[in-house]
């Protein structure tokens, strides 16, 4: 049974995906840690220079987070509404449930 097409931006990210654990928590518990860390400083030396370095670090990876998200979300959903219609063409045979 054919497959869907994908674009090459959607077959990185379905690669991405393939070779990646997925879990882009690390990435957020280390800027957050570092955070909390200066802003621990901060509090101990009483220092406002460092409390908002500490709101600027999270509010500039937030920013990048978002970004990223403008980014790619529009893939995603050109991904997911190609293997839906696939699905829905019988193109793609259902993934079997598995039970946990």
Known sequence: MPRPQFTKQEQVLIDWVKVSSGDSSS??????????IIAG??????????LGCAF???GFFRIKEEHAQKRWAPIWTSIL???EEA???GDVPPEPESET
């Open 56 to 58: 600027v670090i999270v």
């Open 87 to 89: 699905l829905a063409d």
């Open 81 to 83: 509404t190609k293997y």
């Open 27 to 36: 990435y957020m518990w280390t800027y957050l840690v570092t955070t909390a």
């Open 41 to 50: 400083f901060a509090v101990y030396f009483e220092s406002i220079v460092m």
